[in-house]
């Protein structure tokens, strides 16, 4: 089945230090990518997304680009803030009939003034 | 634009029990989503609906879960009886349709089962 495996945290960072936060995914055919983000004591908000190979999302200073050939969606940003600090999920959606959102584990992410 | 309303944002019960948790989508969205976080964890989706009808219940635990959309629009999601490994938080999510729709989350509602 579908799956999706992201780097353990947490990561901690100082402000305007490089981020980059690994995801791969294992899945039939197509799927679209997702990064998801979770602020504390707030839902999740779709931060970017991707639906097909080479594609580049990006939101907010953070970018991810879709790598069929390493089945990898790794999110980067180049300088971060005390304000990105929260959990971030990756998440593919399968193009099979009766795809659902399959969320990564997340990663706690804590950066430091 | 209002978001995504769930209730309570809390709850505590013991083993045995039962609970209740409340829903209102986005106002127009078909699709509504129960997902289960636990700890540590992603969220795993526990039912999906289209409108009032159910299009993917596989990952529910139909024995203690139950869950119904009335009307199309609000919905709840009911356990009975807890057991201590439904402690999670529960989000509700919806979307315009199915499919590659942005899914818009609630806040959650935290469970925990003594």
């Known amino acids: 089945g579908n799956s999706v495996t992201q780097m353990e945290g947490p990561v901690t960072l100082s402000e305007e230090a490089f981020l980059t936060i690994n995801c791969t995914y294992t899945?039939?055919?197509?799927?679209?990518l997702f990064w998801y983000v979770q602020y504390p004591g707030e839902g999740l908000q779709l931060l970017l997304k991707a639906t097909k190979a080479d594609d580049k999302g990006s939101n907010k200073g953070f970018e991810a680009t879709y790598r069929k050939e390493t089945t990898s969606f790794h999110l980067e940003k180049g300088s971060v803030q005390v304000s990105d600090s929260a959990v971030y999920f990756c998440a593919l959606l399968g193009m099979e009939y009766g795809n659902k959102l399959v969320f990564g584990a997340g990663t706690i992410l804590r950066v430091k003034s | 634009e209002a978001g995504v309303a769930q209730s309570p944002r809390y709850k505590i019960i013991e083993k045995r029990q039962s609970v209740a948790f409340w829903c209102n989508p986005i106002?127009?969205?078909?699709?509504l989503y129960w997902y289960q976080q636990i700890l540590g964890q992603g969220p795993k989706l526990l039912i999906q609906?289209?409108?009032?009808?159910?299009?993917?219940d596989s990952q529910l635990p139909k024995d203690r879960f139950s869950a119904e959309r009335l009307k199309g629009v609000d919905s709840t999601l009911k356990i009975q009886p807890a057991k201590l490994e439904d402690s999670a938080v529960y989000l509700c999510?919806?979307?315009?349709?199915?499919?590659?729709?942005?899914?818009?989350f609630g806040p959650g509602t935290r469970l925990t089962v003594t």
């Open positions: 899945a039939t055919g197509y799927p679209s």
């Open positions: 609906f289209q409108n009032n009808g159910v299009v993917d």
């Open positions: 999510a919806s979307s315009l349709g199915a499919g590659v729709y942005e899914q818009y």
């Open positions: 106002s127009g969205h078909a699709t």
